[in-house]
């Protein structure tokens, strides 16, 4: 693909290098840690096809995980584009990283696509919400569901920083279910929760929560990165 205008009075340039061309240009691009194996979502040991081990496994936790790559650069610098500068683009290079992964997931059939929310004031200052850009193209890519299901009831702090329980307390209670949908979309259906950066799983936990207690039959996490 050529050229546009645009590129030429705006040219994209390396997140991590600062090479013109592409943002994540070749040579960077092969610094990109993917993750091989499949985890767990809950102990983040290799799982097959992501699925949550057994012994993992409860009743409101996720049963499984997608991730792409490590949370390193020039990853990590791309998404960190995302979230403070505004570039949209790069949101293209994340998803397009994301589908070449999927393959080695066993993914539920019929799966709607959730993106974790942000809470209004912080997506009013920021201007959008990575996530649910992520999702609106992922499911627009593979043809799949999307849905605003969840809603963020609290402004929680940073998780950056926290321990484990720190990160589980700080989102606990953080969300809730989107009044805009009806209920009967959730009960028996298969949800994707989809964020940028996996961690400690505490927020995506919380989110899963509201919908395994809304009957989902099963609920996945999705993440461009393990952190």
Not at 167 to 174: E, M, Y
Not at 203 to 212: G, I, P, R, S
Request: net charge positive.
């Amino acid at each position: 693909m050529g050229l546009t205008f645009l590129d030429l009075l705006f040219p994209k340039r390396c997140v991590s290098c600062g090479a013109i061309g592409k943002y994540i240009c070749d040579r960077c691009f092969s610094k990109i840690e993917f993750v091989e194996k499949a985890i767990c979502p809950i102990c983040q040991r290799q799982a097959i096809g992501g699925k949550t081990h057994p012994k993992c496994s409860g009743r409101f936790r996720l049963d499984g995980l997608v991730v792409a790559c490590r949370y390193k650069s020039p990853i990590k610098l791309a998404i960190q584009k995302v979230k403070y500068k505004w570039v949209y683009d790069i949101e293209k290079v994340l998803v397009n990283l994301l589908a070449s992964q999927i393959w080695k997931f066993n993914l539920p059939q019929n799966s709607i696509l959730v993106p974790v929310p942000l809470h209004p004031k912080r997506k009013n200052w920021r201007g959008f919400n990575q996530a649910e850009i992520l999702a609106k193209t992922l499911a627009k890519k593979f043809g799949v569901g999307y849905s605003d299901s969840l809603i963020r009831i609290i402004e929680t702090k940073t998780q950056v920083g926290l321990t484990k329980d720190e990160r589980k307390k700080n989102v606990g209670g953080a969300f809730a279910f989107n009044k805009k949908v009806a209920k009967k979309y959730i009960e028996g259906r298969n949800f994707i929760l989809v964020d940028d950066v996996y961690t400690s799983g505490a927020t995506m936990m919380e989110a899963a929560k509201v919908l395994k207690r809304l009957g989902a039959k099963t609920t996945w996490g999705l993440a461009v990165a393990l952190g």
